[in-house]
């Protein structure tokens, strides 16, 4: 679909003052994993907090102890700095901490309180490609979209484009040079600093799809469409389907270096408000590939094990590749 550039006013507050190891396919090191993999996965699982697993040795171990208060986490794209947000609230307050740190020592960089607007303590926060800026996200209408320098310092803030108020589950992402990406009703929207413009990327006309991701060099993206993932140009172009299988795949992420996906396999509810899936790693080269729990894996597909243990890491929260 050719790119559709529209005209989108953005009302922008600124503050002027300021399965088995034996489908791993080829190169496979004796931790079962291809040294071509890079990077660490960072996954939330049950009462067990954040867990982590190294590529390719495959070691793994907790990495944020399980804590209630813990709205998400982030890293950054370079892998270095620990982002955290804490819902500190109290009767009638609503603090919320941001903790940015230094995962080789952990040293603290920067922290602040932020104070939703909505009184909302269920804020979210996410680092620029940069690690300059911070953008919070929350279900509160009165929230909008912030964004704030990572010390704290408010930059500005989205509350609807055209008029219509950003939805409740519409993701937002960055992208490099601090652009954003936002999911707006069927429509992914690119908007450029300052914010108060944008451009359609794409219309998406499917029934049922979610789970945008984009990959480091910010001209793919990945999404679920129906029961698979699929991959496309950051234009909309190249829509290709990545999985299959004979459940649903969701909540992809690029690895490092853009060359692999990390799939949500077996992807199902368990809950109201609670899913869970098995980790598994496929090529991004726009091939298809089955990875099913059970019929045979299509050769490639690399089940995420952490060394000494046999079964398959499962998630049901955050799942991050850096």
């Known amino acids: 679909m050719k790119k559709k550039n529209l005209s989108l006013i953005v009302v922008?507050?600124?503050?002027?003052?300021?399965?088995?190891?034996?489908?791993?396919?080829?190169?496979?090191?004796?931790?079962?994993?291809?040294s071509a993999l890079k990077g660490t996965i960072y996954y939330d699982w049950a009462s067990e907090g954040i867990l982590k697993v190294s590529l390719p040795d495959g070691?793994?171990?907790?990495?944020?102890?399980?804590?209630?208060?813990?709205?998400?986490?982030?890293?950054?794209?370079?892998?270095?700095y620990k982002l955290t947000v804490v819902n500190e609230?109290?009767?009638?307050?609503?603090?919320?901490?941001?903790?940015?740190s230094d995962i080789s020592n952990?040293?603290?960089?920067?922290?602040?309180?932020?104070?939703?607007?909505?009184?909302?303590?269920?804020?979210?926060?996410?680092?620029?490609?940069?690690?300059?800026?911070?953008?919070?996200?929350?279900?509160?209408?009165?929230?909008?979209?912030?964004?704030?320098?990572?010390?704290?310092?408010?930059?500005?803030?989205?509350?609807?484009?055209?008029?219509?108020?950003?939805?409740?589950?519409?993701?937002?992402?960055?992208?490099?040079?601090?652009?954003?990406?936002?999911v707006h009703k069927n429509n992914i929207i690119r908007l450029?600093?300052?914010?108060?413009?944008?451009?359609?990327?794409?219309?998406?006309?499917?029934?049922?799809?979610?789970?945008?991701?984009?990959?480091?060099?910010?001209?793919q993206l990945a999404v679920r469409i129906a029961n698979h993932v699929y991959t496309m140009a950051m234009d909309g172009s190249n829509?290709?389907?990545?999985?299959?299988?004979?459940?649903?795949?969701?909540?992809?992420e690029f690895s490092p270096d853009g060359k692999y996906l990390l799939i949500g396999t077996e992807y199902k509810q368990t809950g109201p408000f609670g899913w869970m899936w098995t980790?598994?790693?496929?090529?991004?080269?726009?091939?298809?590939?089955?990875v099913d729990p059970i019929a045979p894996n299509t050769p490639g597909v690399i089940p995420v094990f952490v060394k000494g243990k046999n079964k398959i890491e499962t998630s049901g929260g955050q799942m991050i590749w850096r």
């Open 59 to 80: 070691v793994g171990s907790a990495f944020i102890p399980d804590n209630s208060k813990l709205n998400n986490f982030d890293i950054s794209r370079d892998g270095k």
């Open 89 to 100: 609230q109290t009767l009638g307050k609503y603090p919320i901490r941001f903790t940015l």
């Open 106 to 182: 952990g040293s603290i960089i920067e922290e602040f309180v932020y104070n939703s607007p909505g009184l909302n303590g269920y804020c979210r926060g996410y680092l620029s490609f940069d690690n300059s800026h911070i953008l919070v996200l929350s279900n509160d209408k009165e929230d909008g979209i912030t964004i704030l320098k990572r010390n704290g310092e408010f930059v500005g803030r989205i509350h609807d484009i055209n008029g219509q108020e950003l939805g409740f589950n519409d993701q937002r992402l960055w992208l490099p040079g601090n652009a954003l990406l936002i």
């Open 279 to 290: 980790l598994k790693i496929i090529p991004n080269d726009g091939k298809e590939y089955n």
């Open 192 to 219: 450029d600093p300052p914010y108060t413009s944008g451009s359609v990327l794409k219309e998406m006309n499917y029934q049922d799809w979610s789970d945008l991701a984009v990959n480091p060099a910010g001209n």
């Open 12 to 34: 922008f507050l600124m503050l002027l003052s300021a399965c088995s190891k034996e489908n791993n396919g080829p190169d496979v090191g004796e931790n079962g994993y291809p």
């Open 239 to 252: 829509v290709k389907q990545v999985t299959t299988s004979n459940f649903k795949e969701a909540v992809p």
